[in-house]
T-cell receptor
């Protein structure tokens, strides 16, 4: 049981490049989330998926798109990366007993 | 608009001391209040959580105190240890079926040996 896994762990992009961050969970959770963490800003919700087939915007969705590929997988795409998107990205999934489980994070640098 | 305000931003405590982190919220629809612990290079992990119908919850050295009328809650770490050194986030869950969490900005706790 791996919990929540994220790939890649580290990534360096140039401004304007695109990439997809992958997230998968093996806990059969319905809800999944993408956050970004910046120094002094806490965790801010980018997008979430309350259930398979649905996605909704969070607090900071601009510049991102998401896909809930199936119940296990929830990907985050940056179409044209900007330096302001340099951050640590966390995926999380939700269990009915009120716990959000977080992945280990992807550290992204946009030059 | 910051819906969950956390203080202090950083805290230094001696080993064996008590660490106290405070959070205040505005939205009375919040129905669940977890605390997360994050070590460097790791994702946040649930530490302890409370519902608003309870005024206190204790798990080992960690206690949440909840004041519904003041819309405040706090984390107390008794007998703080160097291994407790981490960043702590309070959060609040909105009502409804999407289970979104709103996080405070975090407190960096350092426990000196």
């Amino acid at each position: 049981n791996a919990g929540v896994t994220q790939t890649p762990k580290f990534q360096v992009l140039k401004t304007g490049q695109s990439m997809t961050l992958q997230c998968a969970q093996d806990m059969n959770h319905n809800s999944m989330y993408w956050y970004r963490q910046d120094p002094g800003m806490g965790l801010r919700l980018i997008y979430y998926s309350a259930s398979e087939g649905t996605t909704d915007k969070g607090e900071v969705p601009n510049g991102y798109n998401v896909s809930r590929l199936n119940k296990r997988e929830f990907s985050l795409r940056l179409e044209s990366a900007a330096p302001s998107q340099t951050s640590v990205y966390f995926c999380a999934s939700y269990r009915h007993t009120d716990t959000q489980y977080f992945g280990p994070g992807t550290r992204l640098t946009v030059l | 608009q910051q819906q969950v305000k956390q203080s202090p931003q950083s805290l230094i405590v001696q080993k064996g001391g008590i660490s106290i982190i405070n959070c205040a919220y505005e939205n009375t629809a919040f129905d669940y209040f977890p605390w997360y612990q994050q070590f460097p290079g790791k994702g946040p992990a649930l530490l302890i959580a409370i519902r608003p119908d309870v005024s206190e919850k204790k798990e080992g050295r960690f206690t949440i105190s909840f004041n519904k009328s003041a819309k405040q809650f706090s984390l107390h770490i008794m007998d703080s240890q160097p291994g407790d050194s981490a960043t702590y986030f309070c959060a609040a869950r909105g009502g409804g079926s999407n289970y979104k969490l709103t996080f405070g900005k975090g407190t960096l706790l350092t426990v000196n040996p």
